[in-house]
Nanobody, 124 residues
């Protein structure tokens, strides 16, 4: 059974940093793409970043370029989202999702499995 479990969220002041983890089980890191998404209250879920087994990382949201990075530890079946210089507008529930393809998909709907999310709150 494929499972994704996010962790690392919390409350941080503006300008601070957090590292989110997405621990995956039920599959190996061979052909995959794992994306991070976020959903703020009253808004649609939007893509942030994606990492895949065969292509450069993909930014879905230009507003995080230079602040957020994505990485993977294949030995631990875990993908990380390092978030620096956090802003209040980064406040959201953050989700990771996986598709068993070698390239990051263009749309959210293509992802096959989702985690339950972790709350990130950035205070001003």
């Amino acid at each position: 059974e494929v499972q994704l479990v996010e962790s690392g969220g919390g409350l941080v002041q503006a300008g601070g940093s957090l590292r989110l983890s997405c621990a995956a089980s039920g599959f190996t890191f061979d052909d995959y793409a794992i994306g991070w998404f976020r959903q703020a209250p009253g808004k649609e879920r939007e893509g942030v970043l994606c990492i895949s087994s065969s292509a450069p990382n993909t930014y879905y949201d230009d507003s995080v370029m230079g602040r957020f990075t994505i990485s993977s530890d294949n030995a631990k079946n875990t993908v990380y989202l390092q978030m620096n210089s956090l802003k209040p507008e980064d406040t959201a529930v953050y989700y990771c999702a996986v598709i068993f393809e070698r390239l990051c998909p263009a749309t959210r709907s293509e992802y096959e499995y989702w985690g339950q999310g972790t709350q990130v709150t950035v205070s001003s």
